[in-house]
């Protein structure tokens, strides 16, 4: 029987049970139906996070350093997609409170909306530190200008840190520069 047809003979019995003078059965609405959209959106997101987490650890433990960026790409797009389509699920399934109850949705539904906002909380001061890492990184490598000049004039080095030292070895780096 399909779900019309059901709809119709299940108001049908309500309004001959009104007619008899019968409390009114349990509304239909309150009954879970798992093949409702928002049921499926809560499902989706919490099958949907389980993935990102199967896919993250899958990528990671075949880590290869000769592989493609393309692939990397790939995977990282997946993964976001994953993480974020989680979002609106959750929030489709709060949605469907109201008409089939907070029973399976509520939790599902807060985990889609909060386990990815709570991942890239966590995520930032990660991603701020690794910035700021490989700034401090970069910043060591660039030579002093001084040192690029005396490079490639092929003379000795005199750093900073040696012209810092003290008046002797001044005198000693310049004195060797000019010569």
């Not at 609106?88 to 109850?101: E, T």
């Not at 995520?123 to 700034?135: G, I, K, L, Q």
């Not at 490079?151 to 780096?173: Q, V």
Request: charged residues 20%.
């Amino acid at each position: 029987m399909d779900a019309f047809r059901r709809k119709l003979l299940d108001s049908a019995r309500y309004r001959k049970e009104l007619q008899k003078g019968n409390p009114a059965p349990p509304a239909a609405r309150n009954l879970a139906d798992p093949k409702s959209i928002h049921h499926k959106a809560a499902s989706y997101a919490v099958w949907a996070l389980v993935a990102s987490f199967v896919v993250n650890g899958l990528s990671s433990g075949l880590a290869d350093p000769n592989r493609a960026p393309i692939v990397q790409v790939i995977i990282s797009a997946t993964l976001g997609f994953l993480v974020l389509s989680a979002i609106p699920a959750g929030v489709i399934a709060l949605c469907g409170i109201p008409r089939y109850g907070k029973e399976k949705l509520l939790w599902k539904g807060l985990v889609g909306v909060l386990a990815p906002l709570a991942m890239f909380a966590l995520a930032v001061p990660a991603f701020r530190a690794e910035m700021r890492a490989n700034e401090n990184d970069a910043r060591q490598e660039q030579p002093d200008a001084n040192d690029l000049v005396f490079a490639l004039a092929g003379r000795r080095f005199a750093t900073k840190s040696s012209l810092k030292t003290g008046a002797a070895s001044r005198r000693h780096a310049v004195t060797t520069l000019t010569d």
